[in-house]
């Protein structure tokens, strides 16, 4: 049992709210899961084209990321910024992406990349869901849709590295309530692709199944689509991107999603009671996704595809 949460603020001048309303709904999962705890922020981009956000992980916590900084800037004779809480920082290296990875990689090998994107900024840790929310500022954070998640863990062990959200690729992220029968099989079949596997999670089986979908020219309901076929077992998945957040259910619908829609937001979370308290509750669309049905919102558009 684990608790999903996702937000996407319609109105660009009430992106503020995000942060204060994603953690609030994120507290309130906290009783489906409270092992350990994360949240994909979908932030401003970064302007230049080839800048990206890294979000990096101190598993020792002692970490000077300011010299850090520094250190990648002198060696990419570019302007790196960045701004961190605790073990984490998002890091934006202002030019190659390429060139400033392999640079962590040679001088800090115990940093751990989280994401990496135009938009998205990750945090995820061991412990309470109210303990992670308030070390790592997460009412602070302002955006257009956040992607949160409580875990109780039942298939694999309790690290951060195998907290929710997990990503692959640029700006994509999944979380997920449930389990699949089949992550082995999924695993070997994309390694023979050449993918590469952090964790022994079912969750990154599914994400980088998807996100091998995406880069193979599928859309993002398309993929999730294929996943029909291939992802064996029952869950709800929320998935963001830079621009979309996405909701599906497996064909049986066995774990619980429910959809709070209002001029302003749409509020997703496992049980409502997480919802109960946003502003503007009593007037929203409330439902629950049918088996198999795939809720695509464009943060540009907000009209859901169903």
Known sequence: MCGIVGLLIKDPDKREMLGRLGTEMLEGMA???????????????????????????APEGNLDWGAFADGMQEHLEREVTFEAQDNHAVVVPHGSAEAAWGWVVEEHPEVSLLSVGRSIEVYKDIGHPADIAKRYGFRDLAGSHVVAHTRMATESAVTWAHAHPFTVGEDFCLIHNGSLSNPNNLRRMLQRRGMHFDTDNDTEAAARFLEWRLREGDDLEAAIEAGFEELDGFYTFLIGTKDELALVRDPFACKPAVVAETDDYVAISSEFRSLAYLPGIKDADVFEPGPEEIFVWNKKSVAAKR
């Open 31 to 57: 009783t489906r899961g409270r092992d350990s705890a994360g949240l994909a922020a979908y932030t401003d981009e970064v302007e230049e084209e080839d800048a990206r956000k890294f979000s990096l992980y």
